[in-house]
């Protein structure tokens, strides 16, 4: 496999160009241009021919591209994306009021083995490059209708499937490129990161200087009933992963979210409810709970609406920070919990 060209910033690029190919740095700027536009290395219009075969001796001319796309009935889209190799993952694009954000994959498939998720199944079959999951952005801002000013995509959510923390290294790079003035500039304020709770890399994306949004899958206000869900947490306690967000707080001054998937039977009693209110009260932190969204052959069902309501509820009466957030494209397994690689026969 060739090498990913959306994993060098504008500045590599420009070195490449002029210490390696013994071009102009200019054209590294055009290249870079067309590639924030979402183009391939052969539909570069401004690139000299002969500059374009000598680039694709070293590079893949697409990293990524749009198999197929499912429209779910509340306008949210889902994305089937084959990469270079020939492995395939998903991505979602929904519509807000405050603008329209990008579910993006960090790894095909995942190692965590969340009873509840669907992308773990298989397992990790490898992680993605830092221009993967950049060209997973670009592609889809063009195909809405963007571009590097006029941008279709406002935020951007690392919730697709993998854990981002599990690829740290491409997981940051990405974070850097995507939020470069000089490219997509989508600003890491509107960027949230989830991971199941990696403490020592939580710790270590704390003092990076990136002021983006954490968001941790919380699940259960208990240690030991959230080992029976989150084979991580027999590795990383709730006080550890407490302990770590107090500190991303300290160094970043973003308060911190945990995302709580609501299972009937499991984890939405009053006696939960007053677990996590004892646990998080007085802490700069959000609660966001959300339904459980069905996976083939899961085991777990989420609650009703109404028992979410009464959950939510609950933690707002007990003094926290508390939203039920809406389900989005659960009819085309496009919702949290759901991405999956359904479709490699293709």
Known sequence: MKKIIHDLSLQQLEDLFVQELH?????ALQLYQGLMLGKSIQEISTLPKS?????????????????????????TKKFLFQLADGNCIEGVFMQYKHGNTQCVSTQVGCRMGCVFCASTKGGLIRNLTSGEILAQVLVVNARMGGNSKQRAITNIVL??????LDNYHNTVNFLKNVSAPEGICIST??????????????????????SI??????????????????PIAKVYSIQEILDACNYYFEQTGRRYIFEYSLIAGENASKK?????????????CHVNCIRLNAIEN?????????????????LEKGGLSATLRRKMGDDIAGACGQLRANYLNL
Do not use: W
Not at 51 to 64: G, N, P, Q, V
């Open 272 to 284: 939960d409810a007053d677990k996590l209110i004892a646990l998080l009260k007085g802490k700069p």
């Open 23 to 27: 071009e102009k740095k200019y054209r």
């Open 51 to 75: 500059l374009k075969d000598r680039l694709l001796t070293l590079f893949e001319d697409e990293t990524i591209v749009i198999l197929r796309e499912f429209t779910a009935k509340d306008g």
């Open 213 to 230: 949004n954490l968001t941790v899958s919380l699940h259960n206000g208990e240690d030991r009933q959230r080992q029976n869900i989150m």
């Open 189 to 210: 304020r509107n960027i949230s990161l989830s991971t199941c709770g990696l403490v020592p890399e939580m710790r270590k994306l704390a003092n990076e200087g990136l």
């Open 159 to 164: 919730m697709g499937s993998g854990e981002p």
């Open 298 to 314: 899961g085991k777990l069902i989420g609650t009703t609406e109404k028992e979410a309501y009464q959950f939510v509820a609950m």
